[in-house]
Every structure is written in C-alpha cells, then in structure tokens.
C-alpha cells in the first residue's frame, strides 16, 4: 500500500470518528447555549438508545426498525431527563445543575447495570454496516464511510433548523441571552425541550454508529463519548455550535495523527498527547476555537 | 391601562420596590425618573414578568399581570426594551427583529411592520443582513426599540433609550419616541435623563430608594425645586 493510500485510509477513519465526537458535541452545545449546563448524562442517552435497539434486535426486528426505535427511545429519554431533573431546578446556581447531571448519570448508569449486568454484549451489525469495502488496495470499513455521510446529512438538516426555523433562531437567540429572549415573548420551555430533543435524538445515531463499531454495548459506554464531547464542545468554543462541530473533527484528527505518529511503546498513552496538545491550545486561545466572547450579562 | 398598586419586590432579602403605585393611561407617555438603584429598572422587570412581587396587584388592559408569565404578558402586548439594548449579537438585524415578533400570528402583517421600522430606522434597513453585534451603539438602541415595536405593543415599555449614547444620537432616537407617542402608543419610559425625558413625557413619577417620591405632570415636575436641584442640574 502506498503512504498516500495509507494517509486516505486514516483521514477516512480520523473523518469518521470525528463526525462521531462532532454529533456528539452538538447535543451537549445546544444545551449548554441556552441552560449553561453541562448535561454530562448526555453519554447515557447513547447506553439507551443502544440497549434499546439491542433488544429489539434480539426480539427479531430487521435493524432499520432497530435502530429508529433506539434513536427515538434516546430521544424520549433525554426530553424525560429535561423535565423531571432539569426544568424544577431551572435558575438553581451553576453548581446544582451539575450535581444534577452527575446525579442523572449515576442513576442511569446503575440503573442499567440491575438491568442488565455490567458484562459487555455483543451488538450485531447488519451486512451494509459490518463489511469493509476494498478499493483497489484501500480498505475502508463500511460503518465509516456510513458515519461520514450520516454526518454530512445531519449537518446540514440543522444547519437548516436552526437559520431557517421559528424554533431554531429562537434556539440561537435564547442561547445569546436568555432573559432578552423571555422579554421577545419566546416560549423558552418548548425552545429547551427542542434543544434537548435534538440533541438527544442524535445522541441516539452516534450511539448506533459506535455500538457497531465497537461491536459489543455496556451500561458505562456513554462515559468517554460523552467526556470526548465535553473536550471537543470546549476546544471549539462552548456553547458555539459550529464550535463544537469543529472541535469534534480536530479531536478526531488529532487523535488518528497521534496514534498513527507515536511509536508503539508509547501508544497507549496516546490520550495523555492528545489532551497535553489541547492544553497548550487553550493556553492560547482559552474560549476555543470559534469561542463565544462574553458572559452572559444580569 | 396599566396599574401597580402598592407593589412590594424583593432580591432575597433586599427590599428593593417598597410600595410602588404607579398609573399608565392609554396613549400616555408616562416617565419613570430617578438616579441609578432607585428600582426604575425593577419595576420594568416585574411588570414584564421577570420578577414576582411578594405583594401588591399589577393590572393591565382589565388583566391580572402580578402572578404572569412573560411569555403572557408579551402576548398582552406589554413589551419591554431592556436596558443595555440586549440586542442578539450573533443574529442579523433581520432576525433580531423578527425574533420581536415572535409571539405574533399574522405573517403578512409581520412582513409590513418590518418595513415600517426600517423606515422608522433608515440604519437599519441598511444593514439587516448584519450581525448585531457590528453595529455601533446608537444602532443596537434603534435595533433594540425595532424589535420592541415588532411585537406591535400596546404599552411600550423603555428602559434607559439613552445610555451611553452620543447627544446626537439620542436625539434622533427621542425623535422617533415623540413621534410613536403621537401616534398614540402608550409608553412608559425609564430615564436617568430626566430633561430628555420630561421633554417628551406626559406626566413622570420620582423614585428614590424604591419609593415614588413625587408624581404628576411634567409641569408640576418642573416646577418642583427638588427635581430642578437634584435631576435636572438645578439653578446655580
């Protein structure tokens, strides 16, 4: 194989591991805008959707069913989580929010564990998920070329939502200034509702995506997804959403250039280098990439 | 139109409107005066919804605004422009203004009234696929009050039109208040600015420390050697 082949080969996958990271962030971005919390329980929403789909998979539903139901179930999971942990506490000081998330993920997560024991489960991928294509001496699993264009389309259908629709601009503005957008007679529940909603629905993809890729789903799986969206929504610029799109493809291209440019001894701790050179980014930059400026004001 | 009796609000444990009674009338330009921490801003805020008073009544238009949502008030027609502007600085003009209007049902006539404003506001009309935050200050204050009047209220509430604006500025922008004033909108206006204010006011209430310490016309208010000392630079 050719390095130029080689370099495809991992710009291929660095892409579509970013395209993960990047949907991942949006969800907790879209939150953080208008709430300023960091809904770390975000991560769980990828366990649900994935066990969900696993047992509809396992009761005999063709996946394409599978996986909606399981999107849809991380969708409802996260509009519940909304309503009954973060809409009673809403104007709480920053700090009860984020107990509250921790609360959240502890209890899912353990919740998860009684129902269905902390061993790993094999995920089945589908035929048009599980091959990998041959490309002349490229080889490119399917899933990432499936997460690539996934990504792409999701990108652009919020793109749309959120300069073209009702609820997106009052999504961007609410997410500006919150009180402003209350005083615009802004229907601030519903506009919380939708950001959680989206967020969690694509929650819900990535999660799909990643149980296949991985190949097996545990009640702990949300936990690095979500700390990996956590650190893109931060390199881009909390609260930003093309921040953190941008933030989850950096991160996915830094980690796929380490790994490929440490030398073997030093690989495992290729997580170390990667959080070591966001660091020195932040030094220099301490509201990321595309950082919005400003607190907002009372 | 509008009526505060008697109304009571409180930051935790501060006491900040202690007893406020205030009228509106429609078609009135009302001024609300007084120097900074009088409780003209927080007056504003629990009229629109934002704060609660821990007593007293607010009625507007014959209904019950004390224990309101903002989001009912505004679809009274009471609508606020804060102080600061709070403009949407990563939204363009256009969408600052629709986002006025976003309470509103009736499409075509949405489409009008942003003619109307950018009339009202040549400036505006200029630069509506800008963002809001690269316009200068006088033009966030016009975009601010655009979005206000957007909402097609029937009391226009103003908080501060004036701060930190250029003279000139300020008085294009007290301009267009004179002339929607004409037009027979009810305002209730928040000024540091008394002179600005009693220009165009048809009567003003004094606060001080959360209390209305004098009201009346803007004749009386003139008239008053305490105003003259205190708010309007007073005689040497």
């Not at chain 1, 394409?64 to 849809?72: F, P, Q």
């Not at chain 1, 061993?119 to 035929?127: E, K, L, M």
């Not at chain 1, 996934?150 to 629709?165: C, D, H, K, Q, S």
């Not at chain 2, 305002?187 to 001080?208: M, P, T, W």
């Amino acid at each position: 194989m050719t390095f130029i082949q080689f370099l495809l080969q991992q710009a291929i996958n660095a892409i579509s591991i970013g395209s993960l990271y990047a949907l991942m962030a949006i969800g907790l971005a879209m939150v953080f805008g208008i709430l300023r919390l960091i809904n770390f329980a975000h991560g769980d929403l990828i366990m649900v959707g994935s066990y969900t789909a696993l047992l509809m998979l396992v009761a005999g539903a063709p996946f394409w069913a599978a996986g909606l139901v399981g999107i849809i179930a991380s969708a409802l999971a996260g509009l519940i989580m909304e309503r009954v942990a973060y809409r009673p506490i809403r104007g709480a000081p920053d700090v009860a929010m984020l107990l509250t998330s921790f609360a959240v993920t502890i209890f899912l997560e353990n919740f998860a564990v009684l129902l269905f024991s902390p061993t790993p489960r094999p995920f089945p991928a589908p035929a048009i998920l599980g091959t990998a294509l041959q490309f002349g001496q490229l080889r490119v699993a399917s899933v990432d070329v499936v997460a690539i264009i996934v990504a792409g389309v999701l990108l652009v259908l919020l793109t749309f939502f959120i300069t073209r629709t009702e609820v997106g601009v009052s999504m961007r503005a609410a997410s500006q200034d919150l009180l402003a957008a209350r005083l615009m007679g802004i229907n601030v529940n519903r506009v919380i509702a939708a950001a959680f909603a989206i967020g969690s629905m694509l929650a819900g993809v990535v999660g799909l995506l990643w149980s296949v890729r991985v190949g097996k789903i545990d009640p702990l799986m949300g936990f690095y997804p979500v700390l990996k969206a956590f650190v893109a929504s931060v390199i881009g610029g909390l609260g930003s959403l093309p921040g953190a799109v941008l933030g989850g493809y950096v991160l996915g291209i830094l980690e796929i250039l380490l790994q490929g440019l440490l030398p073997s001894s030093l690989t495992p701790f290729r997580d170390a280098f990667v959080f070591v050179i966001l660091i020195i980014l932040l030094l220099f930059r301490p509201n990321g990439i595309l950082g919005t400026t400003e607190r907002e004001k009372i | 139109m509008l009526k505060l009796e008697n109304v009571h609000v409180y930051y935790g444990h501060v006491h900040a409107l202690k007893g406020i009674t205030i009228e509106v009338r429609q078609g009135e330009l009302v001024a609300l005066l007084g120097a900074n921490g009088a409780g003209k801003s927080t007056t504003l805020m629990t009229i629109s919804g934002l704060l609660r008073p821990r007593s007293g009544s607010i009625t507007y238009d014959g209904h019950d605004l004390t224990r309101a949502d903002p989001y009912d008030i505004v679809g009274l027609g009471a609508i606020q422009c804060p102080e600061g502007r709070r403009i949407f600085g990563g939204l363009t003009v256009q969408e600052n203004l629709l986002m006025g209007a976003v309470r509103r049902r009736d499409r075509q006539a949405v489409r009008q009234d942003l003619d109307w404003v950018c009339s009202l506001f040549p400036v505006l009309g200029q630069r509506l696929r800008q963002t809001g935050a690269t316009l200068s200050g006088g033009e966030q204050q016009m975009l601010a009050i655009g979005r206000a009047l957007m909402a097609r209220p029937k009391l226009l509430m103003l908080d501060e039109p004036s701060l930190g604006l250029a003279p000139l500025i300020v008085q294009a922008i007290f301009d267009v208040i004179r002339q929607l004033h004409e037009q027979g909108v009810t305002i209730l206006l928040v000024e540091q600015n008394a002179r600005q204010a009693l220009q165009v006011a048809d009567r003003g209430y004094l606060l001080e420390t959360g209390r209305v310490m004098l009201s009346g016309l803007v004749t009386e208010l003139y008239a008053n050697p305490e105003v003259e000392r205190f708010y309007l630079g007073g005689a040497a």
